[in-house]
């Protein structure tokens, strides 16, 4: 196998990690190397490291184009072995999202059902049917994407942990892995085994927040790498699956945006269960 590939199991594996340490390591470059000021808000901080991800990335697509045994070096094909095409982009939208959604199925009834009983309260205090409230849910919405966009948190949570994290842990391992002889379903555990100790970097922050508690912190770091297995595996199964870059970079946002799914609710009332955003992306 290693003949023919030109690269061995364990070459691919170094890389990988590799790659893993170095997306973690350098967004501590400002402070460590840099030997940068403190950032002197959260958007500074954030900016600061949405531009060490973007390195890193860059520099992972560079490396694995210069180690890949790939008979053309021409920019299409190398953008193919990423799954960066333009082909089929409705399927690789479509097809995970429906997917995605079906873990989603008791958050989305509890949203239906709170939906449901808001429209009813309107109903009840108005007396009948009103544009007024369309109006108000609209303006709420409107208000909502505005507050989102202009969100540095947002842009992290949405755009830039998601792409830089499934260009490197998807589009950039994948191919490392498979042209270093892994079957495919060891590609399923190695590349989400990576992924999540690349979340391991939150430990101190979470002991800290939890007054020094290693019980709490080792409890929530350990929910967070279960979950960060769980969809990495997902997600590299939708980059081999179709090829295409575009769909757990879809699932990714869309994880990030619901949240952890509902898994129960109360007897009494309608509660709606933990959903903050502790996805898969966080840094």
């Known amino acids: 196998m290693e003949q023919e590939t030109g690269l061995s199991e364990s070459a691919a594996v170094i890389a990988c990690a590799a790659m893993t340490l170095f997306y973690v390591a350098i967004l501590y470059a400002p402070s460590l190397i840099l030997r940068l000021p403190p950032p002197s808000s959260l ?3 954030m900016i600061r490291r949405f531009v060490c991800a973007a390195i890193s990335s860059i520099v992972s697509i560079v490396f694995c184009s210069l180690i890949l045994p790939m008979s053309s070096r021409e920019a299409s094909h190398l953008l193919g072995v990423y799954g960066i095409r333009l082909d089929h982009i409705w399927q690789a ?4 999202i429906s997917l995605t959604s079906l873990m989603y199925a008791g958050s989305f009834c509890l949203k239906l059902l709170l ?6 309260e309107h109903l009840n205090e108005c007396g009948g049917f ?7 849910l609209m303006q709420n919405f409107i208000a909502w994407m505005s507050s989102t966009s202009s969100n540095v948190l ?3 949570n949405y755009v830039v942990a998601p792409l830089t ?3 490197v842990f998807r589009a950039c391992m994948i191919p490392l892995l498979l042209c270093g002889g892994f079957k495919i379903y060891s590609v399923f555990f190695l590349c ?9 970097n939150h430990w101190m922050e979470i002991y800290v927040r939890h007054n020094y508690s290693m019980l709490k912190a080792a409890m929530v770091v350990g929910l967070q790498l279960g979950y960060t297995v769980i969809f990495g595996s997902y997600a590299s199964f939708l980059f081999i699956r179709t090829g295409h870059l575009l769909a757990p970079l879809v699932a990714h946002i869309f994880c990030n945006f619901m949240g952890l799914p509902v898994l129960f609710a109360r007897s009494k009332g309608i509660v709606v269960g933990d959903e903050r955003r502790c996805g898969s992306c966080h840094r």
């Open 43 to 45: 958007k500074e901080f």
């Open 93 to 96: 939208v479509v097809f995970p």
């Open 115 to 120: 939906l449901v009983e808001s429209w009813k």
């Open 130 to 136: 009103s544009f007024g409230y369309i109006k108000n």
């Open 154 to 156: 947002a842009w992290r």
């Open 165 to 167: 994290e499934e260009l």
């Open 192 to 200: 989400p085994i990576l992924f999540s100790l690349a979340h391991l």
